[in-house]
């Protein structure tokens, strides 16, 4: 079992920065990637961003490339997401989600809101 603690969430303009971080403990070692979604109040939740744990392969969403970065830290068992020029459009609940073989493990959340 893997589980995820997510942060870096919180208030902040059109056009400013944050960034999400995500701790994993437990069976990390049998991790295969991990990845970010978000959901917005009322709509279903969307794929952001996902990062291999080895090699480091990475893709996103159209709606995340060129703004968001996603990274990994494997000595930490953390995963980052940098995101750039945010829009309010991007306002919602983060969460974190690991895949450990055919198993997947998710974060509570953490809220990100922009104000225009």
């Known amino acids: 079992q893997v589980h995820l603690v997510e942060s870096g969430g919180g208030l902040v303009q059109a056009g400013g920065s944050l960034r999400l971080s995500c701790a994993a403990s437990?069976?990390?070692?049998?991790?295969?990637?991990m990845a970010w979604y978000r959901q917005a109040p009322g709509k279903e939740r969307e794929f952001v961003a996902a990062i291999r744990w080895t090699g480091g392969t990475t893709r996103y969403a159209d709606s995340a490339k060129d703004r968001f970065t996603i990274s990994r830290d494997n000595a930490k068992s953390t995963v980052y997401l940098q995101m750039n020029n945010l829009k309010p459009e991007d306002t919602a609940m983060y969460y974190c989600?690991?895949?450990?073989?055919?198993?997947?493990?998710w974060g509570q959340g953490t809220q990100v809101t922009v104000s225009s």
């Open positions: 989600r690991s895949l450990v073989r055919e198993t997947f493990y």
């Open positions: 437990g069976r990390t070692e049998s991790v295969g990637d």
